[in-house]
């Protein structure tokens, strides 16, 4: 149980074009999901908390505007780069929390985004 | 603010003990967790412990808690080299409603046989 899956895994772009990437809980239904991102050996660093059907709460420094955060139901959330440049290239991590009350997060498998 | 913090680097020879630590800042949090990242992967939950408890067994693994001293510790009992990985630490506190997790920078086990 608990799984969550992110699609696409990898992806490459060029630069100024957008991406997606789609987070999904696959066997419970997610009130919060949150999106990571993680440099190469390093940490993972929040970018925003979503609660399904209201607008996701962004983290200082990360840019609402260019990672747009769609959390449309209750198994899906979506990240949106937008206008990628080279410097968004990093590996993208969803989680998800079941229920309220409930802290465990799971976490996705990650997205290797490349912008060229 | 908060501050989770570990060693970097482990490395431990196959069938010993491996013993990660980690130190919190935080005297509201409430859960404290371990997780499993392989290169190239998302990351797995491999234990939690309330910041009630001071111990936790879980098959090969023990989680012990100082909450003294906001010490975590996780021991991993005949280390295995499928248990050559990053482990992060984390912490989340009931008084953030979301439950946003603190992370570790992450320390790297390496098994040598």
């Known amino acids: 149980g608990a799984v969550v899956s992110q699609h696409p895994s990898w992806v490459i772009c060029k630069s100024g074009t957008s991406v997606k990437i789609e987070c999904r809980s696959l066997d419970f239904q997610a009130t919060t999901m949150f999106w990571y991102r993680q440099f190469p050996k390093q940490s993972l660093m929040l970018m925003a908390t979503s609660n399904e059907g209201s607008k996701a709460t962004y983290e200082q420094g990360v840019e609402k505007d260019k990672f747009l955060i769609n959390h449309a139901s209750l198994t899906l959330s979506t990240l949106t780069v937008t206008s990628a440049h080279p410097e968004d290239s990093s590996f993208y991590i969803c989680s998800a929390r079941e229920l309220a009350g409930r802290y465990e997060q799971y976490f996705g498998p990650g997205t290797r985004l490349t912008v060229t | 603010g908060e501050d989770v913090e570990q060693s970097l680097f482990l490395s431990v020879r196959e069938g010993d003990s491996s013993v990660i630590n980690c130190t919190y800042t935080?005297?509201?949090?409430?859960?404290l967790y371990w997780y499993k990242q392989e290169p190239g992967a998302g990351l797995q939950l491999l234990t939690y412990?309330?910041?009630?408890?001071d111990m936790k067994q879980d098959q090969r693994l023990t989680v012990l808690l100082n909450k003294k001293d906001k010490h975590l510790s996780l021991r991993i009992a005949d280390t295995q080299t499928g248990d050559s990985a990053i482990y992060f630490c984390a912490e989340s506190s009931s008084t953030d409603s979301w439950g946003k997790f603190q992370f570790g920078a992450g320390t790297q086990v390496v098994v040598t046989p």
């Open positions: 412990i309330f910041s009630n408890m």
């Open positions: 935080d005297s509201s949090s409430t859960y």
